[in-house]
């Protein structure tokens, strides 16, 4: 079982936004997927109320809903058989706290604005993440990801800049797109729209895909050459297009171990 918990104190970063479409992510791939919304705006549980068959099921924990007819334990309690567990949190996190959140954490995701506030506010986050979490480096445990970027802008260069210092991986740079909300509103996540229309942003995933699952992306690589069939011609201009539009392997590059 993992547990993906997406933090940072900064409200407004993106963390339900990637929380829900991570969750989305597993659960279309046929993973037993919950979901705990730890913030009392409730905004990732909306979503999940708002999800409908075809969409397959997420687990539902609302766990900043203080129950009195039931015990905590019976509130949190996490279906037997569960894959992925996937933690949205809340803004205003005292750093006290952290820890509650990223003990049995696989995985923390910090997601940061392109802003000099949120660039601040991030690295009060992972410094609290090391040395009040007590999360070490080697771990390999936390990573941030560059959300709502304009690339090729100042702030973004400065927020790169930044992050590589930090010495933490960057995991995926993520473009400002309208398809976040769309996903928002209609109770599903990018890899469940249509593909034609997500194309680019759905490429922005890879690297946080394969950060979260190295041993699958292992597992997926192509086989020997030798076994591989023979490729259909394709003309030339096509690869060219398809190579300089790849915004995965452009981000590669932004990966700091
Ligand atoms: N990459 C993105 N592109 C476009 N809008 C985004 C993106 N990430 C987040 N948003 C929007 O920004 C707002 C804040 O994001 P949200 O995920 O709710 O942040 P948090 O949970 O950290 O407060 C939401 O309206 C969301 O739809
Ligand atoms: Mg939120």
Redesign the pocket.
Known sequence: MQRIVVL?P??????????INIAAYFAARGDATALIDH?PQG?STRWLKKRKPPQLAIHSIAAFERDSRTTRAWQMRIPDGTQKIVV?TP?ALDARTLPEFTRDASKVIV?VLPSDIDIHAASRCIADLLLVAKIKRVENRIGVIA??VRKNTLMFQSLMRFLEKLEIPVIAT????????RA?EQGVGIHEMKSYLVKEDIGQWETLLAWLEPERVLMDQPPPLAEQPAPAAVPTAEIVAETTADPGAHDAKFIVS
Request: hydrophobic share 20%.
């Open positions: 940072n900064k409200g407004g970063s993106g963390k339900t936004t990637l929380a913030d905004s949205d803004a997601p959300n709502r993520i473009r400002d797109s309208q398809n976040y909300v928002a």
